[in-house]
Every structure is written in structure tokens, then in C-alpha cells.
């Protein structure tokens, strides 16, 4: 790949891991700081009625550690993989709010989010500025 795109490819692709970091730790961090607001949203959208606050620490913990790895651009594969497949099944999800759009146009933010993800895991082997070497990435 010519130097002309792989420096401005390897700094978008940064950018949208850094973007996309950031919303999936504030929904991370509300499982811990408002887990009662977790569990609403676990109801209301997934129809888990039975979340409650230690169940919300449990998966806030192991979405840390999904998020922290995604991150730092460990194990792209399955760390993209599975931030993609999260994000894609909460926008989805969600799509009784987009029959009422003007009513909840936040939630139209999820879908460049969700193409941002999509990206990233199709373009995941060029992601390398700031991330973690392909070496141990193949382990």
C-alpha cells in the first residue's frame, strides 16, 4: 500500500476506534454507576425482565474487558467481531424507535456507529496505529 493512503488510512481507522471506545465506555460505565438504568434498558429493549444489579456489574466487567482490548487493538478478529455484533444487535434492536423517528432522533446515532464498526472489523489488518503488534494479535 503506497505511504500516501496508509498514513491517512492507519489515522482514520484511530479515529474511529477512539469513537467508537468512548460510547461503548459510557454505556460500560452506566452498568456500574446506574445499574437501574441497565436494567430498563435490558427490559425494554431485549425483554430481560430479571437483571439486576450484581448481574449488571458481571456483564459491565466483562464488556470492560472486551472494550479495554478492542481498544488497545488486541485480537481484532474476535474484538471488533464482537463490539460489531453488540452495537448491531442494540441497534437493532431498537427499531421501534425509528418507526417513531421524530420522536427519538438519537437513536439514528447508532447507525454510522454501527457502520464505524462495520468498517473497522473489514479493514481491522490496516488498523495498526496505536494498537497492539499483529504478533501477539495471532496468538
Given at each position: 500500500?503506497?505511504?500516501?493512503?496508509?498514513?491517512?488510512?492507519?489515522?482514520?481507522?484511530?479515529?474511529?476506534?477512539?469513537?467508537?471506545?468512548?460510547?461503548?465506555?459510557?454505556?460500560t460505565?452506566d452498568?456500574?454507576?446506574?445499574?437501574?438504568?441497565?436494567?430498563?434498558?435490558?427490559?425494554?429493549?431485549y425483554?430481560?425482565?430479571?437483571?439486576?444489579?450484581?448481574?449488571?456489574?458481571?456483564?459491565?466487567?466483562?464488556?470492560?474487558l472486551?472494550?479495554?482490548a478492542?481498544?488497545?487493538?488486541?485480537w481484532?478478529?474476535?474484538?471488533?467481531?464482537s463490539?460489531?455484533?453488540?452495537?448491531?444487535?442494540?441497534?437493532?434492536?431498537?427499531?421501534?424507535?425509528?418507526?417513531?423517528?421524530?420522536?427519538?432522533?438519537?437513536?439514528?446515532?447508532?447507525?454510522?456507529?454501527?457502520?464505524?464498526c462495520?468498517?473497522?472489523?473489514?479493514?481491522?489488518?490496516?488498523?495498526?496505529?496505536?494498537?497492539?503488534?499483529?504478533r501477539?494479535?495471532?496468538l
Amino acid at each position: 500500500m503506497p505511504d500516501t493512503l496508509s498514513k491517512p488510512l492507519s489515522r482514520s481507522l484511530l479515529m474511529l476506534r477512539l469513537g467508537v471506545f468512548v460510547v461503548m465506555f459510557m454505556w460500560t460505565l452506566d452498568k456500574f454507576v446506574n445499574p437501574e438504568h441497565t436494567g430498563k434498558i435490558f427490559s425494554a429493549f431485549y425483554g430481560v425482565d430479571w437483571l439486576n444489579q450484581h448481574l449488571s456489574a458481571v456483564i459491565g466487567v466483562f464488556e470492560l474487558l472486551l472494550i479495554l482490548a478492542f481498544v488497545a487493538g488486541l485480537w481484532r478478529r474476535w474484538t471488533y467481531g464482537s463490539v460489531l455484533i453488540i452495537h448491531a444487535a442494540s441497534t437493532f434492536m431498537s427499531y421501534k424507535q425509528y418507526m417513531a423517528a421524530f420522536d427519538n432522533l438519537l437513536f439514528f446515532a447508532a447507525w454510522p456507529m454501527l457502520a464505524a464498526c462495520l468498517a473497522l472489523y473489514w479493514l481491522r489488518d490496516w488498523d495498526t496505529l496505536l494498537a497492539v503488534p499483529s504478533r501477539i494479535n495471532h496468538l
